[in-house]
C-alpha cells in the first residue's frame, strides 16, 4: 500500500508560479511511475504530466512548456513546477502513483493523494 500527500497549492494571480509537492510512503516508490493530474469542477480528471522511474517525462500539450515534473527518490517525493499560470488551470491537482499501463489515463493508477487546490485569479 502506498499512501500519497500533496502540498503547495493555493490562490495566485495569472502569470504566477506553484509548485506543488507530493510525498509518498513505502520504500519502492523509485519503481513507481509518478503522474499529476487535475479536475476542474464538473470537468473529468484531467492527465498534467507524469515521470518513469528512469526519468523520463510527459507532459499534456496545456502545459507543456510551462510545467516542470521531477522526483527525488531519496526523499519519496515528486513535484509539480508551474509558471505562467492561468486561470484555466485552476483545478484541484492530484498526485498518483503506479500506472498499469497508458500513463495518460486516470484510471490505470493504483494510488491517489486527495488532492490540493490551485486557484489562478484572473
Known amino acids: 500500500q502506498v499512501q500519497l500527500v500533496e502540498s503547495g497549492g493555493g490562490l495566485v494571480q495569472a502569470g504566477g508560479s506553484l509548485r506543488l509537492s507530493c510525498t509518498a510512503s513505502?520504500?519502492?516508490?523509485?519503481?513507481?511511475?509518478m503522474g499529476w493530474f487535475r479536475q476542474a469542477p464538473g470537468k473529468g480528471r484531467e492527465f498534467v504530466a507524469a515521470?518513469?522511474?528512469?526519468?523520463?517525462?510527459y507532459y499534456a500539450d496545456s502545459v507543456k512548456g510551462r510545467v516542470t515534473i521531477s522526483r527525488d527518490n531519496a526523499k519519496n517525493s515528486v513535484y509539480l513546477q508551474m509558471n505562467s499560470l492561468k486561470p484555466e488551470d485552476t483545478a484541484v491537482y492530484y498526485c498518483?502513483?503506479?500506472?498499469?499501463?497508458?500513463?495518460?489515463?486516470?484510471?490505470?493508477?493504483?494510488?491517489w493523494g486527495q488532492g490540493t487546490q490551485v486557484t489562478v485569479s484572473s
Open positions: 515521470i518513469r522511474t528512469g526519468g523520463s517525462e
Open positions: 513505502g520504500r519502492t516508490f523509485s519503481a513507481y511511475t
Open positions: 498518483a502513483a503506479y500506472s498499469r499501463g497508458d500513463i495518460t489515463i486516470a484510471a490505470l493508477y493504483n494510488y
